[in-house]
């Protein structure tokens, strides 16, 4: 029993005790086996209320029981109703790197709740580094590919007097710059795909903010409710015709160029870009008929539905 734990544990003899006793040896007691926080104000409630050790008693056991009862909601607690796509990219991600172990939960292979344990430095911050990372390299690529100009013919120079632009403009460093292939975005453009963009380009739109609200359920496992969860992210690009839309994503990761590699990272990415067609497909009303990696390491476009090349 409870109250002859308590006594055990602080070796209170029956003569001596009393209802501070009781409630200030409760409170250590309960305090100690349960690992959670006892706030006083409940206690003083319970206090009062009681007119008899047995009393008193009988309440502690109730609290007992009601402090190590699991939450009913406490998946929904460890996670936001509003996130980003570049969040749930980890959600959505094989959690096969490093820093998936240090986030939460993994359910069914895949991340059941997203929670970075730190936040990211602010620029004004960071210290000048020698090194460019492979992320600062992507992000300059992205933005070379979103401000090119369509009016006129994309060459190798074009595409170099446009980044030059970008450095004198503050938008890119001098030692990103120079780390930027800008020979994967020519090919880009030479690309089947890419030239049917620039034949389309009237009807192209780059750099589309959306927000698209789901079931939480369709991604943490862990959630069993109904309660919904808002999205919101960038989309790279669309060409919206007459009564179709496709969508297409630039990625500048690392691609094995084989069968294999390019599977893996459609899985990696197909969600993402599922996500981006359902936000398009209720915004604009009309089917999204194609959903386009390009993976710029490779020179390859991919249709994720068919895995083929276009």
């Known amino acids: 029993m409870l109250l002859s734990a ?9 003569e001596i005790v009393t209802k501070p006793d009781i409630v200030t040896k409760s409170q250590q007691y309960i305090h100690e086996i349960s690992g959670k926080e006892v706030f006083q104000e409940d206690w003083h409630e319970y206090y009062s209320e ?20 699991e ?6 607690s460890k996670t936001t109703s509003y ?7 980890r959600v959505l991600e094989d959690p096969i790197i490093e820093e998936l172990a240090q986030n939460s939960l993994i359910e069914e292979g895949r991340r059941a709740i997203y929670l970075s344990p730190t936040l990211e430095k602010p620029r ?73 963009i620039v034949q389309n380009s009237h009807a192209l739109v780059r750099e589309q903010a ?13 959630i069993q409710t109904d309660d919904l969860m808002m999205i919101h992210g ?16 630039y990625k ?31 915004s604009c009303n009309k089917k999204v008929t194609r959903k386009v990696l390009c993976l710029l390491s490779i020179n390859k476009n991919i249709d994720i539905d068919t895995l083929k090349v276009i």
């Open 6 to 14: 308590i006594r055990e544990q602080y070796k209170i003899t029956p």
């Open 50 to 69: 009681a007119d008899s050790p047995r009393e008193l008693k009988s309440r502690l056991q109730q609290m007992l029981q009601t402090i190590q009862q």
């Open 71 to 76: 939450y009913q909601f406490d998946a929904e």
């Open 83 to 89: 996130q980003s796509v570049s969040e749930l990219k």
């Open 124 to 196: 004004f911050m960071e210290t000048a580094s020698a090194s460019v990372s492979g992320a600062q390299r992507g992000s300059a690529l992205h933005l070379l590919m979103q401000k090119v100009d369509f009016t006129s013919d994309i060459t190798l120079d074009s595409l170099e007097q446009l980044l030059r632009t970008l450095v004198e403009s503050n938008e890119i460093t001098p030692e990103v710059a120079a780390k930027v292939p800008v020979t994967q975005a020519f090919e880009f453009f030479q690309s089947s795909f890419g030239q049917w």
């Open 210 to 222: 959306f927000s698209y609200v789901l079931e939480a359920s369709e991604f943490f496992k862990s």
């Open 234 to 249: 960038i989309i790279d690009g669309y060409i919206e015709l007459d009564d179709e839309i496709v969508v297409f994503d």
């Open 252 to 282: 500048t990761d690392y691609v094995v160029d084989s069968t294999e590699g390019i599977q893996s990272i459609v899985r990696k990415y197909k969600d993402q870009l599922n996500i981006y067609a359902d936000a398009l497909s209720i």
